[in-house]
């Protein structure tokens, strides 16, 4: 019986970290990165900590304001299957973006710190004009199969360490 609940305890903590971000991908353009963050705002995402004076303001790229936008959006649509992908522009990570003074949200409820909406302030493009961006949504599939093993990962690992809880009380 202990053996069997050390392999499944095993096999839980293989499956990995059930935390996911996503991030807007290093190997796109500015331009295409821009109407990524463009949209993530418009469509959801709490924009407010990118806006000047904003926790993640700094760096004030293109680059890091689309990754913080579009891991809000996919936080706060409880990280499903295909909405980090904005058209090949975002990724899932493992690997936390956060860095000092600014947290990326890893979960939909700390996703939904900000009640306000974010407003526009220059230089800060947040609200695309309806329609524009057509095709620039989250996929219904992601680019690829990391983000949906990760998520699986992240279940089987609740649902082997439930059985191994569950093991243990028996004994």
Do not use: E
Not at 56 to 64: K, S
Not at 121 to 136: E, I, K, N, Y
Not at 145 to 155: E, I, P, Q, V, Y
């Amino acid at each position: 019986m202990a053996a069997l609940a050390a392999l499944l305890l095993a096999l839980a903590m293989v499956g990995g970290s059930d935390a996911a971000w996503c991030v807007c991908r290093s190997d796109q353009s500015d331009g295409v990165l821009q109407k990524t963050l463009d949209y993530a705002c418009g469509a959801g995402a709490d924009c407010s900590s990118i806006l000047q004076n904003g926790a993640c303001y700094n760096p004030n790229t293109v680059r890091a304001h689309c990754s913080y936008a579009t891991n809000s959006y996919f936080q706060r649509k409880g990280q499903a299957q295909g909405a980090c992908d904005f058209s090949g522009t975002a990724t899932l990570s493992t690997t936390d973006p956060s860095f000092s003074g600014c947290t990326y949200p890893a979960t939909a409820s700390s996703a939904a710190t900000s009640s306000t909406p974010a407003t526009n302030t220059p230089g800060a493009a947040l609200s695309p004009p309806s329609g524009v961006f057509g095709g620039l949504g989250p996929s219904s599939s992601l680019s690829d199969n990391s983000g949906g093993s990760l998520l699986m990962a992240g279940t089987a690992s609740l649902l082997l360490t439930g059985i191994c809880s569950w093991m243990a009380l028996l004994s």
